[in-house]
């Protein structure tokens, strides 16, 4: 069987957690070594190609050209490779295709709070989204969760959906002390800090996180530490840290091994969002021996278990009595990250991408 993974624009020093899922997959299943022909076809010359597979070089592309190529060429571009499955690593699946196809959505929480995405971003996806789960032969959704609301809110994906969680590799995120240590001097980040990690947009409730640190900054004796894109309604949180918010610093988009280096010095990790489709970041700090304080927003119960300090996403009381306890009581962050390895030993990749050459299987069987 000759199987195609889409995966456009992964050429970029400082991937977001889509790139880092189709990155480790893409490694996961070159480790496999399945009994396939697979065509990769991306702009990274980073990404290894599976055993007596090849890579189909793409353009790297900005936004009007990426979906020009995804509606006008993608199609055509399987049927040349004859491809039996195409995945469709962004979400997408183009009409016209030849063959099976599988696609993996992250969430789908623009339907659920639309209010937290621009309207471009809305009328796109509230055409192409239902749209491609009509042509999906099969649906790969990051969490059950998301599988539920793919289910509930698309009648296209019903039947189709299966829940994968995504893996997390911790030497990843294993830089020596000395190593850490340069990379957070060069970006002049002190201990102890906390952590929060992820594109500043407008459903991470990092103005929640804000409201909380400032009403213990002066009890927890440690700073904040953001880390991100800015995104829709990230403005507001850049806004206010620049006119000055104490104990607080923002330091954009960083590079994998800052991230790792991040992570490593970090008192605890931080991530209050709204809703998650999965929540790789919560794994991420786990796997660096860091405690976790998350909410209880979508799929992220799922993602930290029983291995994090869980708060009711919007509570700013809630999020400050977790901030105070978690730098107050060494204890506890100790026992959570006993709890936090034992969760990432759970979430391999070599499980997320067999039971996902498995999907493709059967998509093609069912074509």
């Keep these: 069987m000759r199987i195609g993974i889409y995966a456009p624009n992964m050429a970029t020093p400082a991937p977001s957690g889509v790139e880092r899922y189709i990155t480790e997959l893409v490694r996961a299943i070159a480790r496999l070594s399945p009994s396939h022909e697979i065509a990769l076809l991306t702009d990274s010359t980073d990404l290894p190609v599976p055993p007596g597979g090849r890579r189909v070089a793409i353009p790297s592309m900005g936004k009007l050209a990426r979906l020009k190529f995804d509606h006008c060429r993608l199609a055509d571009l399987a049927r040349e490779e004859r491809l039996d499955v195409l995945h469709c690593t962004k979400s997408f699946v183009p009409a016209g295709l030849a063959c099976a196809s599988v696609a993996t959505i992250y969430d789908v929480i623009f339907l659920k709070k639309p209010e ?24 790969i959704a990051m969490s059950a969760a998301t599988a539920k609301d793919l289910e509930s809110l698309l009648p296209a994906a019903q039947g189709k959906v299966h829940a994968v969680r995504t893996g997390v590799n911790p030497s990843a995120f294993a830089p020596t002390p000395a190593e850490a240590e ?43 530490v953001l880390a991100g894109a800015l ?7 850049l806004e206010r840290v620049r006119r000055g918010a104490e104990g607080v610093t923002y330091l954009g988009r960083v590079a994998d091994d800052e991230l790792a280096a991040l992570y490593q010095g970090a008192l605890a990790f931080v991530y209050p969002s709204q809703d998650e489709g999965f929540g790789l970041p919560v794994l991420e700090a786990m796997a660096s021996r ?12 799922e993602a930290a278990g029983d291995a994090a300090l869980l708060v009711t996403p919007g ?11 978690m730098a107050g009581d060494a204890a506890l962050r100790a026992a959570l ?13 070599g499980r997320t991408a067999a039971q996902t050459v498995e999907i493709y299987e059967k998509a093609a069987a069912r074509r």
């Design 116 to 139: 937290c995405y621009p309207l471009g971003f809305r009328l796109y996806w509230n055409r192409a989204l239902p749209a491609s789960m009509e042509r999906a032969s099969a649906v």
């Design 182 to 224: 340069r990379l957070r001097d060069k970006r002049a980040v002190r201990s102890p800090y906390f952590l929060c990690v992820g594109n500043i947009t407008r459903r991470k409730n990092v103005p929640v996180l804000l409201d909380a640190f400032e009403s213990v900054r002066r009890q927890v004796r440690a700073t904040l």
């Design 231 to 237: 995104e829709f309604g990230g403005g507001e949180v």
């Design 290 to 301: 860091v405690p976790v304080i998350t909410t209880t927003g979508g799929a992220l119960p």
């Design 315 to 325: 509570s700013v009381g809630e999020l400050a009595e977790a901030l105070k306890r």
């Design 337 to 349: 990250v006993e709890k936090g390895l034992a969760r990432v030993l759970e979430h391999t990749w």
